[in-house]
């Protein structure tokens, strides 16, 4: 190998060692993800499963201010700025979602790759990890179908009720996601995360009578739409 190349291959391979030695643990990104549910949503104070939707009904949702109301805007708080046509002065629920998101797919990539279903023998940790992964993809959806359905409730506009319903309907797959791989896997909360299931579903078709199928002129209308999509 000549001079050069030699010299190239040794910085590649300087650089991605360097990345992989930056790149967080999958505990670091699993505590990171919690501590941003909890500070943003809040955790009820007893729960029967790890995996906590923070209640069944978007309605009961969308009222939670979160562990950290300095740092996180609630949900509510986001409603009423947008209205107002004001700057966000804390995280606003959409960069929330936005973090959730990139830190569950970092989450996801630091794993093993998943190329089976899990069993009982699977590892715990990795499960754990790749359980949280789910509930973080979920609360970054049902964030944004809380905002939604705060702008409902304040101008009482169905169109942003519809747009409500379909993001709780993409948080309701992602829960359901996390459902069947704790149950695939034989985890210990698997009976009480499909019992939160049911809740959650019997909500959204509750949710769902209320707006849809919506009309055509609804449709059309605009709605709050967050900074990035998601």
Not at 73 to 85: K, Q, W
Request: glycine share 2%.
């Amino acid at each position: 190998m000549r001079p050069v190349a030699r010299f190239v291959l040794a910085l590649c391979l300087a650089a991605t060692s360097a990345r992989l030695a930056a790149a967080p643990s999958a505990t670091t990104l699993t505590t990171e993800l919690r501590a941003t549910i909890t500070g943003a949503i809040g955790q009820p104070p007893a729960s029967a499963t790890p995996f906590p939707t923070l209640g069944p009904a978007l309605a009961d949702y969308a009222s939670h201010t979160g562990h950290d109301p300095a740092r996180y805007e609630s949900f509510v708080a986001a409603a009423r700025r947008i209205l107002a046509g004001e700057p966000a002065t804390q995280q606003s629920p959409d960069r929330t979602a936005l973090q959730l998101t990139q830190t569950a797919n970092a989450l996801l990539a630091a794993l093993p790759a998943d190329t089976a279903l899990p069993t009982a023998a699977t590892d715990p940790a990795t499960l754990e990890a790749r359980l949280t992964a789910h509930l973080a993809r979920f609360h970054a959806q049902r964030v944004i179908a809380a905002v939604h359905y705060s702008l409902f409730r304040r101008g009482l506009r169905l169109a942003e009720l519809v747009a409500a319903t379909y993001r709780e309907k993409s948080a309701v797959a992602n829960y359901r996601d996390l459902v069947a791989l704790a149950t695939a896997a034989r985890h210990p909360a698997a009976p009480a995360l499909q019992a939160e299931l049911k809740q959650l579903e019997l909500h959204f078709k509750e949710l769902e009578e209320q707006c849809c199928p919506p009309s055509e002129a609804i449709m059309k209308e605009k709605v709050w739409q967050p900074a990035t999509a998601l």
